[in-house]
């Protein structure tokens, strides 16, 4: 088996930024659905894959899509595919399940008749009736959204979101993906200034200098499916030599975040030491009604408290008419806020040029987008 379906799953709303991750990395064809986009690859780009995507939650093999309305229609196709290809002889494999508007709508008994017939067909492989589920893990999801029935195994494990680097957080901290696809939609660029007054634990200023440094997000962590046999060792070890390798060690991103909370400070740095970005962020404790805004072309990327998660809500309030008051003084500096706060435009001042909804974790958001002046071209 060489050539596989794979699908990248997203937060709603990215996905956008991971299909053009994906075709970044040579993927063109591609079928993009609510929180997916699933496209053909090798057995070989799912090291690649896991360790560059940086909006993608994670990335799963596609098993196999059929209609079932009824279970015996659910244990029959689910034993027609090819499992053995897969799932070696002492597989650890675990059924989990969702079923969304579709005739089958208990999810237990689902998962359980999709694990029959996966035994079921593990038995005419192997030709043994027992089995250990002493060796690798793989995780097998059943979802079934309006009688499709779609079976993915997942190659990545722990979510995409988890780099490596934050060993350390503050309360309500947001998703590396989410940091990454909110750089992805804006204009920035490692030539102009980043500045993200509210950063707590850096998130966004980390992300913001990876990408510009084009470090892969992967390249320090661990994957579920190293231990398949199906996947060569070479394979991830040509996959992290190749993101070594496109590291921009000279680029040196001008970055500033800052913060109210000297403890958030703090482990913003140790995280972006970690992240290996720590001499491209200049971290500083400042509440800000003390930022000054001292050149033009600035871009700023923040996600500031809002009151649903922490703060006090005239606080919050507060803080979102100084961001209007700062940045409108300068047409040249374009504006990035990630909030749940319906009343945000209002208490900033002035509509956004393009807003986004999205979902940080199962909190709905939107992404308010405000487009300075371009930078003139240079000559």
């Known amino acids: ?41 090798k057995i070989s780009d799912i090291p690649k894959l896991n360790i560059n995507l940086r909006a993608a939650d994670r990335v799963l093999l596609v098993m196999g899509k059929f209609k079932a309305y009824s279970f015996e229609e659910l244990f ?44 079921e067909k593990l038995k005419q492989k192997y030709k043994i009736n027992w089995f250990e589920k002493s060796g690798a893990v793989y995780k ?7 009688d499709t029935v779609t079976l993915t195994i997942d190659t990545s494990g722990a979510a995409l979101h988890k780099r490596g680097y934050r060993e350390n957080q503050v309360a309500a901290p947001l998703k590396e993906t989410m940091a990454a696809a909110m750089i992805d939609l804006s204009f920035w660029n490692p030539e102009r200034l980043l500045l993200d007054p509210c950063c707590g634990s850096g998130t966004i200023p980390i992300e913001a200098a990876m990408a510009a440094k084009n470090i892969a997000p992967g390249l320090e962590r661990k994957f579920v499916s190293e231990d398949w046999g199906l996947i060569e060792p070479i394979y991830w070890k040509n996959a992290r030599k190749e993101a070594f390798s496109a590291i921009k060690t000279e680029v040196m991103p001008k ?3 800052s913060d109210i909370d000297p403890r958030a400070i703090e482990i913003a740095k140790i995280n972006a030491e970690n992240a290996g970005v720590d001499d491209v962020i200049d971290f500083a404790v400042k509440p800000f009604d003390s930022i000054k805004i001292n050149e033009h072309y600035g871009v700023c990327i923040s996600n500031p408290p809002y009151a649903e998660r922490m703060g006090v809500l005239e606080e919050v309030e507060q ?61």
């Not at 597989?91 to 998962?111: E, I």
């Not at 097998?140 to 309006?146: D, G, N, Y």
């Not at 374009?334 to 002035?350: A, P």
């Open 140 to 146: 097998i999801q059943v979802a079934i959204l309006k």
């Open 319 to 379: 803080l979102y008419r100084d961001m209007g008051r700062l940045f409108r003084t300068d047409k040249t500096w374009s504006v990035y806020i990630i909030t749940s706060h319906e009343g945000f435009e209002r208490l900033y001042g002035k509509r956004a040029d393009k807003k986004r909804k999205l979902f940080n974790g199962n909190v709905k958001i939107d992404y308010y987008q405000y487009f300075g002046e371009r930078p003139p071209k240079k000559q």
């Open 76 to 119: 029959e196709n689910t034993k027609k595919l090819p499992w053995g290809d897969i799932l070696p002889i002492d597989a650890h494999f675990t059924v989990t399940g969702k079923s969304v508007r579709s005739t089958l709508y208990s999810v237990p008994d689902c998962q359980s008749i999709v694990e029959k017939a996966i035994v």
């Open 1 to 41: 088996m060489d050539k596989v379906n794979l699908t990248a799953t997203s937060t709603f709303g990215l996905e956008a930024v991971v299909k053009r991750e994906l075709k970044n990395l040579g993927f063109e064809k591609q079928t993009v659905t609510d929180g997916a986009i699933e496209f053909e690859a």
């Open 255 to 257: 970055i500033t975040a």
